[in-house]
């Protein structure tokens, strides 16, 4: 079914967008993701499901996704909140913030925004309130 080798073999697909697909609106997923295609809207991992995004080569999502792990090969317009890891192939162009607990990223991944480790978002979230209060 698939014509190339970039799905790593502890990868279980349990949904596809093709190539020749463009999706415009949210997705909620759980399990395996692959996009091939064009998604225009957020594509959202189900609370607390194990679930995998995988961005071919060629694939293009314009909007945030939130998953526990995210793979990326394409071009990403928007952020990317990964509850476990991401990973930054060769190919993947991501414009927006990539929240992680790990990352990888490969020599020729591009990145226009920030690199956020989830306990540093945290602390940040904690303490701007409390900077808000001491401001008044």
Do not use: C
Not at 20 to 46: N, P, S
Not at 49 to 54: C, D, F, I, K
Not at 106 to 129: K, N, Y
């Amino acid at each position: 079914m698939f014509k190339h080798k970039a799905l790593p073999d502890d990868i279980s697909v349990d949904t596809l967008i093709g190539k020749q697909t463009v999706i415009h609106g949210d997705l909620h997923f759980r399990g395996g993701l692959y996009v091939e295609g064009r998604v225009v809207g957020r594509l959202i991992a189900e609370e607390g499901a194990e679930a995998r995004l995988t961005l071919a080569e060629g694939g293009h999502i314009e909007g945030e996704v939130r998953a526990p792990v995210v793979v990326i090969n394409g071009r990403l317009d928007g952020d990317v909140h990964a509850g476990e890891r991401v990973e930054l192939a060769p190919k993947a162009r991501v414009a927006g913030n990539v929240h992680y607990q790990v990352v990888e990223m490969s020599a020729g991944a591009v990145l226009t925004g920030r690199l956020i480790h989830a306990d540093m978002a945290e602390a940040a979230g904690a303490a701007e309130p409390q900077a808000l209060h001491q401001a008044a």
